[in-house]
Structure formats: structure tokens, C-alpha cells
């Protein structure tokens, strides 16, 4: 199943791996070559930049993933959403220590959250942008294979067929999604908003819970003490 090119924002710093055993791996120079094609920006800056240059080299070194058609097009993603997956980066790390502060004050996070989910609309508009790029592009590749597949004299009849359904089919569903990604473009993005958001919470509840508990402790542990130092009432 195609995952939202959504999610593919944050995979700059997490890079997930899709190898598969039997297949060729993408070489370090592909990848490169995507960027290069793709998103040559993050190429000049990493030349000038040691801070950038160290994050892309942690990708490069971190991303691994088979050959093939679906990879190369989340690989594209991944090199046009470079800069957005760093501020996505960027912004989750303010969110975290905000709203650990808050939670160690006894505070709410919720002003910290509405800050957070402001800057997350703007990234993601960006993202959005990208994934309807990519998803047109997909589509202007299916038709130019379509278009060979049917011109090609050395498949037989039954192959030729097969081939044209599937991209016919393939077709159809780029042609629903991306009608989709731009006729609900701000539902789209407040979804992707909203599970980044909730996502990012749940990895931090642990924290939450542990810095909550650490205060309780400390502040059982002080009343205990001035409770034994308080002298005792002359009678």
C-alpha cells in the first residue's frame, strides 16, 4: 500500500529501510544523483554549511533501500522535502521542551501546542506542495510508458494487455489522488497536522510521566525533611 508522501517529510532524520534481500540496493552516487536532479539547494549548502552537510551525511549513511520504482519516487520525496524534514526536526525539539517545561512547572502546554500546530500548517502547506509535484509527475511518467508499451511490437498480445490495464489503473488512482490532495488541500494538511501532533505527544508521554513523578517525589521528599527539622511546640 502507498504511504502518504505526508509521512515522508520526517524520514530525512529517521530514515526507515526498505531493503529487500533479492534486490540491488541504491548506491550512495544514486542517491546523490536524486538529489542532485531533484534538489540541488541541499548539494550547494552542504558544501558551505557543516551543521547541513553533517545532517545529509547522517542520511546518506543511514538510508538504505531497494531499487525500484516506488523507492526512487519516496526517495525523490524524501530529497524535496530535505529542508522541510530539518524545521519539522527543528520545531518538534522547541515543541518537547516546552512542553516539558510546562509539565515540570505544573503548567498547561497548551500555548506551547498552538505554537507548535501554527508552525506544523506552514511546513506541511510546503509538503503538500511537493506531493501534488510528485504525484503529477508519476502520472506524466505512466503516460509516457503507457504510450511505449503500446508501441512496443515485441511483447505479445496478452502481455501488452496486462501492461496497459495496470497502468491504466495506475493512472486512475493519480488521477483521483492528486484531484483529492487539491480539492482538500487544507483538510489534508490539518490531518497531517493532527497526527504529527498526536504522534509526537504519545512518544513523549513517557517523559511526561517520568519528569511529573520525579517532581512529586522531590516534593513528598521536602515536606518529609521540614516536617522532621520543625522544632516542637512548647507546652
Not at 517529510?9 to 526507515?16: E, F, G, K, S
Request: proline letters at 2%; aromatic letters at 6%.
Amino acid at each position: 500500500m502507498r504511504r502518504s508522501l505526508f509521512v515522508l517529510a520526517a524520514l530525512v532524520l529517521t530514515p526507515a529501510l526498505y531493503a529487500q534481500e533479492d534486490s540491488a540496493h541504491f548506491t550512495r552516487e544514486q542517491v546523490l544523483d536524486i538529489f542532485s536532479q531533484y534538489n540541488p539547494s541541499v548539494l550547494e549548502r552542504a558544501k558551505t554549511d557543516t551543521d547541513y552537510n553533517a545532517v545529509l551525511e547522517s542520511f546518506l549513511s543511514a538510508y538504505e533501500a531497494s531499487d525500484t520504482k516506488p523507492a526512487r519516487t519516496e526517495l525523490i520525496a524524501v530529497a524535496r522535502n530535505f529542508d522541510n524534514s530539518i524545521r519539522l526536526q527543528a520545531l518538534t525539539d522547541i515543541y518537547r521542551q516546552a512542553a516539558l517545561t510546562s509539565s515540570l512547572m505544573g503548567q498547561s502546554a497548551d500555548s506551547a501546542e498552538n505554537l507548535f500546530r501554527a508552525d506544523l500548517t506552514d511546513v506541511f502547506n510546503r509538503v503538500w506542495a511537493v506531493t501534488v509535484c510528485l504525484r503529477e509527475y508519476e502520472l506524466s511518467e505512466a503516460k509516457r510508458v503507457l504510450k511505449d508499451v503500446r508501441r512496443d511490437k515485441t511483447l505479445s498480445a496478452d502481455a501488452r494487455e496486462t501492461q496497459t490495464q495496470e497502468l491504466k489503473n495506475l493512472i486512475r488512482v493519480l488521477k483521483a489522488e492528486i484531484k483529492s490532495l487539491k480539492h482538500n488541500r487544507g483538510a489534508a494538511v490539518m490531518s497531517a497536522v493532527d497526527s504529527f501532533v498526536r504522534q509526537t505527544q504519545e512518544e513523549q508521554t513517557p517523559l511526561l510521566r517520568a519528569a511529573s513523578s520525579a517532581v512529586s517525589s522531590s516534593e513528598t521528599e521536602n515536606l518529609q525533611i521540614k516536617s522532621k527539622n520543625k522544632k516542637p511546640v512548647a507546652k
